[in-house]
């Protein structure tokens, strides 16, 4: 009896089929993946101590507030140890292309100025980046170049040393006055005290959160420790912003605390 067409059609491409696997075109594992790339680098979510760089094969240390975030939007911001800096990051597999855009410029003292200029330069262009556990390297294809990165823990907003590093006026950030130091620093306790110094002398005074704000009720005790200008600039600046209430953002590691004018300061963990 004949064959229904459609089957007698059928027969000759089964057997085409069944040649082309016995002669091992059959792709295998992977199979779909010609000219795709590895997953991206999972660098996003995370936030980076940069403990070195290498520039044109020279490994510099880093101090230690240097850091770097990558933003689920292709963006990264970070701190050179002196001046905050935000960049452009494309991720291609395990290729990162990074632009650098913009920097503040906050002057630093001249070890830290160095160090900022050899990060900026590493941090840019095309680098190929590793991770291995809480190690993230970045190098230029010649490996003249690089960042040696950890990933870094959040700190809690209370029992930190907060490092008063700049001045916030409205959109503004600027170094602290030249001279001053840098011996100024915050400390929340759990107890409801907050403490620390103010560029010259100590002081302690009560403290209450309520939401994002933070209230320093009634006046600051201090030490009476006479101070060169720059110092009592500073002091005089910080004793009047901790008097009130104050708006407080913690980015991480990074502390911020404005007044309803807009003026006040960042402080970032003590290294």
């Known amino acids: 009896m004949p064959k229904p ?21 059959d792709p295998g594992p992977g199979a779909g993946q010609a000219g795709t790339v590895a997953p991206a680098l999972p660098v996003s979510g995370t936030h980076w101590s940069i403990k070195a760089v290498t520039v044109d094969g020279r490994r510099s240390t880093a ?26 990051v494309a991720v ?22 160095r160090f900022e200029k050899e990060l900026i330069t590493a941090f840019s262009g095309a680098l190929k980046g590793t991770i291995k556990g809480e190690r993230f390297t970045l190098a230029s294809a010649d490996g003249r170049n690089g960042l040696e ?23 503004t950030v600027s170094s602290l006055p030249p001279g001053s130091g840098g011996k100024a620093r915050i400390v929340l306790g759990e107890d409801g005290r907050v403490t620390g110094n103010l560029g010259c002398n100590n002081f302690s005074a009560t403290a209450r959160v309520d939401g994002t704000t933070l209230t320093v009720e009634g006046p600051a005790a201090t030490t009476r420790m006479r101070c060169a200008s720059p110092e ?23 502390l911020t605390l404005t007044d309803p004018s807009g003026e006040g300061l960042t402080a970032t963990v003590a290294g």
């Open 5 to 25: 067409r459609a089957l007698a059609a059928l027969v000759p491409l089964l057997l085409l089929a069944a040649t082309a696997t016995a002669c091992g075109t």
């Open 63 to 88: 101090p230690a507030d240097a850091r770097v975030e990558f933003k689920e939007d292709g963006r990264a911001q970070g701190n050179t140890g002196c001046n905050h800096f935000g960049a452009t």
């Open 92 to 113: 291609n597999g395990d290729t990162l292309t990074v632009t650098q855009n913009e920097i503040t410029e906050i002057g630093c003292p001249g070890d830290r100025d």
């Open 149 to 171: 990165l950890t990933s870094e823990p959040g700190a809690p907003l209370r029992g930190t040393t907060w490092h008063i590093d700049s001045l916030v006026s409205g959109a």
């Open 232 to 254: 009592m600039e500073l002091e005089t600046k910080l004793y009047e912003l901790l008097d009130g209430p104050l708006t407080y953002r913690l980015d991480h590691r990074t």
